[in-house]
C-alpha cells in the first residue's frame, strides 16, 4: 500500500472531488494512492502525451517519479515546469513539497506546502504531506520521545501557525485563564 494512501486516509472518491481535477487525472491519482506506481506512471504520461499543458497531470507524474524510482531531482524538475505552466494552482507545490520532504528537505518542503496551502487550502494531498512533515522533524525537546505529553503538547502549539483559528482560538482562551487567573489571586 502506498504511503500517500494510508497518509490520507483514503476513503471512496471523496477526495477526487474535493481535487478538482479531470477525471483521467483523478484515475491516475487513485492507482498512485492505491500503491500501483507503474500504471499511474503510464496514466499521467498518456495523459500528457495527449496534452502537454495539463499541470495536474505533470505533479502527479513528479510524485511517481520521486515515489517509485526516487529521482528527486527529476521530479523536481517535472514538478516546478507543473508549478510555472500555471502559478494559481496547488499541484505543481504541492508535488514540490512531498518530493522535498521524501527527500529529506524539510523546511523546502514545509515551504512549498504553505505556499500550495495559500492557494487551495481544502485540497486533500496537502493532509499527506503535512503528517509526512510531522513525522520527519525532530521533536521539540530532543532529549525526550516524540510520543511524550511534553512533546505532544508543545508540537500541538507549534503546529498552531499553520491554522489560524485555532491560533485565534489558543489565544482567546491564553488570555481568558490569565483574565480568570489575576481576578482569582485579587
Not at 481535487?19 to 500501483?36: E, F, I, N, T
Not at 502525451?49 to 515515489?67: T, Y
Amino acid at each position: 500500500m502506498s504511503e500517500l494512501r494510508h497518509l490520507l486516509e483514503y476513503r471512496g472518491d471523496n477526495i477526487f472531488t474535493a481535487m478538482g481535477a479531470c477525471p483521467s487525472v483523478c484515475a491516475a491519482y487513485k492507482l498512485l494512492l492505491d500503491g500501483d506506481h507503474e500504471g499511474a506512471e503510464q496514466r499521467f504520461r498518456r495523459i500528457l502525451k495527449d496534452n502537454p499543458e495539463d499541470h495536474e497531470a505533470l505533479a502527479g507524474l513528479a510524485v511517481c517519479v520521486a515515489e517509485d524510482g526516487g529521482k528527486f531531482l527529476t521530479a523536481e524538475k517535472l514538478a516546478k515546469k507543473a508549478t510555472n505552466m500555471d502559478r494559481k494552482s496547488a499541484a505543481g507545490y504541492i508535488a514540490l513539497g512531498y518530493i522535498n520532504l521524501r527527500g529529506g528537505r524539510l523546511q523546502d518542503g514545509y515551504g512549498y506546502l504553505m505556499k500550495a496551502k495559500h492557494l487551495a487550502p481544502k485540497d486533500p494531498r496537502l493532509q499527506a504531506g503535512f503528517a509526512i512533515y510531522d513525522r520527519e522533524r525532530p521533536p521539540v525537546i530532543t532529549g525526550l520521545s516524540r510520543l511524550h505529553p511534553v512533546n505532544r503538547t508543545l508540537n500541538g502549539v507549534r503546529n498552531l501557525r499553520r491554522n489560524p483559528a485555532a491560533m485565534a482560538l489558543a489565544v482567546v482562551g491564553t488570555l481568558g485563564c490569565l483574565y480568570l487567573a489575576t481576578n482569582l489571586v485579587a
